[in-house]
């Protein structure tokens, strides 16, 4: 072949080899250099183009790699035939891919049920935890650990759920992932693959969203929870309860409808009760509710909770426990599946548990949200008596309902435009309910105690309600 000059800048970051390489590849697509043709030899390609033969023997080497050219042992290098890619004209045009942007508005008072009070968290012990174990001691946990989890971790999360929640069971029973929604369709595939679920209506935003578009069935709740009368109507095999603390309306499963939704459950071998604990460590009036677990005498429910309201968001570690009758399936299902939270996070969170910090954090979180609980329905109370509260027994939100003839997405606007952010209890609708007056979620977590008052303060005045004068007596 005629020598082809290849423009080879000496100054440039990018190596010889590599814009030799680039060069020739591109001649060879473009067809400037012909199949079958006979490349140079690296000594005579160096001489011409005044580089090393190191340099013409590594693009060589490349190109050789990638199939561009073929080696004939003695004789030299040959150019290989490429396809051509076709090119169909306006049938498929480019598109302009603008980057993903997930800016979250910048609100002056968030109350959002799912934020957490982020000043009180432990950050020099659990920093010490994290440095502690960051070390070479614990090489071993670069490898890939156990796919239920880490044994020291369940070991803990069983202790806690004993001493807390009643709970007995053993670390075996217990299964780690990164958060509910990873771990309901494995509870799911666990049962069967046309089993039907039924859930509270209204109910957690996130689950019909967990490959349940054709198979949920909403329930309704009322002051006693979830009612059975309805569920018992249906043809579900699975039903997804928050008993302790109904997401979001805040009711409490009664005795009654506790002992009726067991009796449902044990009616069929296929049938199963998903407890999803929910905001059961912040109770602010009275004792405890005790887990549905505890009272299953058929190993019909599967308990489930997360470190997300306990902890952070952000930790995402959630747990389900099993009962000892689908142990045997689960360990045929999912043995070839690895853990989804890093090894380390397990561990750092298991020590945090062994040591007591984990049960001192919750008793001094405990006492901050009562206190803006607290804070939050008495302001509310007192100053604006016309709005009613529900709800307010346990949990990091309340229910408020406001009698006003706008839309819940006109008020959710006006107080936007006020940058304070509520959401409507319909963000949380499976199937549409009327209700009598607008109602919210307010969530007091992320709102600092000193902010409420005067948050509340300015929503009520982006509602237009005004403050009562005296007590007892509204305007």
């Known amino acids: 072949m005629d020598m082809l000059i290849f423009k080879l800048e000496k100054n440039s970051k990018k190596p010889l080899y590599e814009q030799l390489y680039i060069g020739?590849?591109?001649?060879?697509?473009?067809?400037?250099?012909?199949v079958?043709?006979?490349?140079?030899?690296?000594?005579?390609?160096?001489?011409?183009?005044?580089?090393s033969q190191t340099t013409v023997e590594i693009a060589y080497g490349q190109l050789l790699a990638e199939g561009y050219i073929a080696s004939k042992p003695r004789i030299g290098f040959f150019v290989e035939e490429i396809d051509e890619l076709p090119f169909l004209e306006n049938k498929h045009p480019k598109k302009i891919i603008e980057p993903l942007k997930y800016k979250v508005p910048d609100y002056k008072y968030n109350f959002h049920p799912g934020k957490i009070d982020t000043e009180s968290f432990p950050f020099a012990i659990w920093r010490k935890y994290a440095k502690d174990l960051f070390d070479a001691h614990s090489k071993e946990l670069l490898q890939v650990g156990e796919p239920q989890g880490e044994y020291d971790l369940r070991s803990e999360i069983a202790n806690y759920l004993y001493q807390s929640r009643g709970i007995i069971c053993k670390p075996e029973q217990i299964v780690i992932g990164s958060g509910t929604e990873h771990l309901l369709p494995m509870i799911l595939r666990l049962i069967e693959s046309n089993s039907k679920i039924a859930l509270e209506n209204p109910g957690y935003s996130?689950?019909?969203?967990?490959?349940?578009?054709?198979?949920?069935?909403?329930?309704?709740?009322?002051?006693?929870?979830?009612?059975?009368?309805?569920?018992?109507?249906?043809?579900?095999?699975?039903?997804?309860?928050?008993p302790s603390h109904q997401f979001p309306t805040g009711a409490v499963l009664s005795a009654a409808r506790r002992t009726q939704l067991l009796n449902w459950a044990s009616k069929g071998a296929n049938r199963y009760i998903i407890e999803d604990?929910?905001?059961?460590?912040?109770?602010?009036?009275?004792?405890?509710?005790?887990?549905?677990?505890?009272?299953?005498?058929?190993?019909?429910?599967?308990?489930?909770?997360?470190?997300?309201?306990?902890?952070?968001?952000?930790?995402?570690?959630?747990?389900?426990?099993?009962?000892?009758?689908?142990?045997?399936?689960?360990?045929?299902?999912?043995?070839?599946?690895?853990?989804?939270?890093?090894?380390?996070?397990?561990?750092?969170?298991?020590?945090?548990?062994?040591?007591?910090?984990?049960?001192?954090?919750l008793n001094r979180m405990r006492k901050i949200y009562r206190k803006k609980h607290d804070k939050l329905t008495s302001t509310l109370t007192h100053f604006y008596p016309s709005i009613s509260i529900t709800g307010d027994h346990a949990g990091m939100h309340i229910l408020i309902s406001v009698p006003i003839e706008k839309s819940e997405q006109e008020l959710k606007q006006l107080a936007s435009n006020m940058s304070i952010a509520i959401y409507p209890v319909s963000d949380y609708l499976l199937k549409p309910i009327e209700y009598e007056q607008p109602t919210f979620l307010l969530g007091f977590g992320g709102v600092t105690f000193e902010d409420i008052d005067t948050a509340?303060?300015?929503?009520?005045?982006?509602?237009?309600?005004?403050r009562q004068m005296k007590k007892g007596k509204s305007h």
């Not at 020739?24 to 012909?34: E, G, V």
């Not at 490349?39 to 160096?46: H, I």
């Not at 360990?331 to 945090?352: G, K, W």
């Open 24 to 34: 020739m590849k591109d001649a060879i697509i473009s067809k400037q250099i012909k």
């Open 36 to 51: 079958g043709t006979k490349l140079p030899s690296k000594r005579k390609l160096a001489d011409f183009l005044n580089i």
């Open 206 to 242: 996130a689950i019909p969203r967990i490959h349940l578009t054709n198979k949920a069935v909403p329930i309704p709740v009322d002051e006693d929870g979830l009612i059975v009368d309805e569920l018992e109507k249906t043809d579900a095999n699975i039903v997804y309860i928050t």
């Open 277 to 361: 604990d929910y905001d059961s460590e912040f109770r602010h009036i009275g004792k405890p509710i005790p887990a549905l677990q505890g009272m299953d005498q058929n190993e019909k429910v599967i308990y489930l909770n997360t470190f997300t309201k306990s902890l952070m968001p952000s930790l995402r570690v959630a747990y389900f426990v099993l009962p000892p009758s689908l142990l045997p399936s689960y360990q045929e299902t999912f043995s070839y599946y690895s853990a989804t939270v890093p090894r380390f996070d397990q561990h750092i969170l298991a020590n945090f548990m062994k040591d007591g910090h984990f049960s001192k954090h």
């Open 456 to 466: 509340i303060h300015e929503l009520m005045h982006s509602w237009g309600i005004k």
